[in-house]
C-alpha cells in the first residue's frame, strides 16, 4: 500500500493509503512511501521519490508546406536534444522530404539526470500557386467602390489578399476603396508564391465648365485608358 507520509505508512491505516496508483503530481518533486507486508506480519517501509521534468518542447510548426515550385521541403525538430528518430528512421534534427503525409520525430533530452522524450507529428501538404480566375468590381463612386478576387485554387483557405502588398487579410474582398488603379496581391500563407494583377477602379467627374478660366475646363474619365474597350455617350448637357 502506498502512502503520502512516513507516518501514515508506519501506522498502515487503510484509510490514509492512496486508493490508486493513478496519481496526479502538482509539484517539482514529490515523495511516497510505499509499506510491503509478509504474510506472518512483518512489514517493512520504502521511500519513492518523483521527480516532475518537463518534456523536451520541440519547436516546428506542425503543417509545412511543399511549394509547386520546389522538389523537397525540409523538416526541423531544432538542435540541442540528445536524439533524434524520425518516422523515416533518419536519426539526424533536420530531414529532407520530397512527399506529402504526416512525419513524426521523437526527441530525447538529458535534464538534471533524467532523460525525457517528446513526440510530434508534421504534415506536409502540397502547396500550389495561386491562380487568379476573375476580379469582380463595383465602381463608378467616389469612395465604395469594392474589389472581391476569385481563384481557381480548390482549397482557398491557404491563401491570403492584399491591395498594398504590405498587410494582407483572408477575405478575398476588399470594400470602400477610393476610385484609382490598384495591384492585388494573392499569396498562400506558406511563403511559396505570389500572383498579382492590375485592377482599375473607374469614376467620372460630376460636371465640367468649359469657360477658358483654367479651372474644370476638360472632362475626362480618370484611368480609362485601362479600359481601351470603354465607350463614352454625350447625350446633352446635363
Not at 487503510?14 to 490508486?20: G, N, P, Y
Not at 526527441?107 to 504534415?123: D, P, R
Request: charged content about 15%; some cysteine; glycine content about 6%.
Amino acid at each position: 500500500s502506498y502512502f503520502q507520509n512516513l507516518e501514515d505508512a508506519q501506522n498502515g491505516s487503510s484509510t490514509e493509503a492512496l486508493v490508486s496508483m493513478a496519481y496526479e503530481i502538482t509539484s517539482g518533486e514529490e515523495t511516497f512511501f510505499v509499506r510491503i507486508e509478509s504474510g506472518d506480519n512483518c512489514y517493512q517501509i520504502g521511500e519513492i521519490i518523483i521527480v516532475l521534468q518537463n518534456s523536451p518542447i520541440i519547436d516546428s510548426p506542425d503543417t509545412v508546406a511543399l511549394c509547386e515550385d520546389n522538389g523537397s521541403v525540409t523538416l526541423d525538430a531544432g538542435t540541442g536534444f540528445y536524439s533524434y528518430l524520425w518516422s523515416t528512421s533518419e536519426t539526424t534534427h533536420a530531414i529532407t522530404v520530397s512527399e506529402t503525409g504526416t512525419y513524426t520525430v521523437t526527441v530525447t533530452a538529458y535534464t538534471n539526470g533524467l532523460v525525457c522524450s517528446s513526440t510530434m507529428s508534421i504534415e506536409v501538404i502540397d502547396a500550389n500557386n495561386p491562380i487568379i480566375e476573375s476580379i469582380e468590381i463595383q465602381d463608378w463612386t467616389a469612395s465604395n467602390n469594392v474589389i472581391t478576387v476569385l481563384l481557381s485554387n480548390s482549397n482557398t483557405d491557404y491563401y491570403e489578399y492584399s491591395i498594398d502588398g504590405l498587410n494582407y487579410q483572408d477575405g478575398n474582398v476588399f470594400e470602400n476603396l477610393d476610385s484609382g488603379m490598384y495591384t492585388v496581391y494573392v499569396r498562400d500563407k506558406y511563403g511559396c508564391a505570389i500572383t498579382t494583377e492590375v485592377v482599375c477602379l473607374l469614376n467620372y467627374r460630376k460636371f465640367f465648365t468649359p469657360n477658358s478660366d483654367g479651372t474644370n475646363d476638360t472632362w475626362s474619365v480618370e484611368f480609362s485608358a485601362a479600359e481601351p474597350h470603354m465607350i463614352t455617350r454625350i447625350y446633352d448637357r446635363y
